[in-house]
């Protein structure tokens, strides 16, 4: 009688579809995950998102330890199997408490239910050899230098090579075990009251054991990393001010703005969130407008505020966004041309807060001395916690030394007079 197949579980055939979907069709790991977790209870569906988002992270460590005992090249093997011998590999080798047999069965079964009967022996073989050798394999990948680091904890050399650069080896070591754990769950409390613990240095963040849908779904509060917040309280805006947000969807810094807020989307799909996170949160003093924000309409001029949280390679939010380290790229270039837009839109003495959730020189404060334009050092004094490690006049989240995000924040102003 032949061997009875094994019995692929809810959650690992869901992981396993988000890394066919993300890496064989670019997909999004969020959206992914949301597409293939739709009837899956809330235990399965953590469990689905733990394996997918771990694997997902790792892929680069994965395929190493899969190329080396396996001996074969990762990129010649079908689809299907390369994405079950990721989802073993990672199960193998960096989740406790995961039964060898379950990782490596389930593995191959889902090779089976792939309808690729040719690969179940091969892939058999290669996963009992990682049961057997991940392990050591890990403990023996080379130290040193930014490179064999990128090796080890799974990310590009070039952002390996950055954080090596701007922040030295010991901390670009730490960011990158940061960067690789779960994030802290934080919710900007809206109104009412909430089930969590306030932060204590930044005012309205709460740290949650999970999001409250109902409360969600009501507008009561918002998902919102601390470094998030700390951007839309930097802003400073106040009753009565006109106040700009040049690249403002989901809209979570929008809503926590005072005054007449314009909240600006180029994107249409986008500006539609938007508009729904205004309508959720009851923000009725913000009005959005689908435009590009280096040309906005003439009638949008003399801001007395202007926040700038740019589109950069998000390299502070890489926890949050498993697959963001591999399509990840620097915009220094565009960042500047919205600094630039945001400060010929705002009245001469008028206040802009430039932030990138990322952490680069370029992106970051290389950006903000091409600009030329003034900087307020009071914002570094309001928040001398979180000031930056070089420049002490910006501000600069570090998810290895604060805990959440890794963001970016500088408070500029326009001259009063044009510069000679």
């Given at each position: ?166 922040l030295g080896a010991q901390d670009a070591l730490a960011l990158m075990h940061a960067q690789n754990e779960k994030p802290e769950i ?235």
């Amino acid at each position: 009688m032949a061997a009875r197949a094994a019995v692929v579980g809810p959650a690992r055939a869901a992981a396993f579809q988000v890394l066919l979907r993300v890496f064989e069709d670019d997909a999004y790991a969020d959206r992914a995950l949301r597409s293939a977790a739709t009837d899956l209870d809330a235990r399965d569906r953590a469990l689905a998102q733990r394996l997918a988002y771990g694997a997902v992270q790792r892929v680069r460590t994965l395929d190493h330890a899969i190329e080396t005992l396996g001996r074969r090249r990762v990129a010649r093997l079908d689809p299907p199997v390369r994405a079950a011998l990721r989802l073993g590999a990672y199960q193998l080798g960096f989740v406790d408490g995961v039964p060898r047999y379950a990782a490596v069965n389930e593995s191959v079964e889902l090779v089976r239910s792939a309808g690729l009967e040719r690969a179940v022996a091969f892939s058999n073989a290669v996963l009992r050899r990682l049961a057997d050798g991940i392990g050591p394999l890990l403990d023996s990948l080379p130290k040193g230098g930014a490179l064999e680091a990128a090796l080890e904890h799974s990310y590009p050399d070039w952002v390996a090579e950055t954080w090596w650069r701007d922040l030295g080896a010991q901390d670009a070591l730490a960011l990158m075990h940061a960067q690789n754990e779960k994030p802290e769950i934080v919710v900007r409390l809206v109104r009412g009251d909430v089930d969590g613990v306030a932060d204590p240095e930044v005012p309205g963040a709460w740290h949650v054991d999970r999001i409250d849908d109902t409360a969600l779904a009501d507008g009561r509060i918002w998902p919102q990393s601390r470094a998030s917040q700390l951007v839309g309280l930097a802003v400073g805006a106040v009753q009565g001010e006109r106040v700009l947000d040049l690249c403002a969807a989901p809209g979570g810094k929008a809503t926590m703005l005072a005054g007449d807020v314009t909240a600006v989307e180029l994107n249409e799909g986008r500006a539609r969130d938007l508009e729904g996170t205004v309508r959720k949160l009851g923000s009725t003093n913000v009005k959005v407008v689908v435009a590009d924000g280096r040309a906005l309409p003439p009638a949008l001029d003399a801001f007395d505020r202007a926040l700038v949280d740019a589109p950069c390679s998000g390299l502070g939010v890489l926890n949050q966004r498993p697959d963001l380290r591999w399509r990840a790229e620097p915009l220094p270039r565009l960042q500047l041309e919205l600094l630039h837009a945001a400060a010929e839109r705002t009245r001469p003495g008028g206040t802009i807060v430039y932030s990138v959730c990322t952490i680069n020189a370029d992106e970051s404060e290389a950006v903000v001395d091409a600009s030329r334009l003034d900087v307020d050092p009071s914002l570094a004094e309001e928040w001398p916690q979180f000031r930056h490690p070089r420049r002490p006049e910006f501000l600069q989240t570090l998810p290895h030394v604060h805990g959440t995000a890794g963001f970016f924040v500088a408070r500029l102003r326009r001259p009063l007079t044009a510069p000679a």
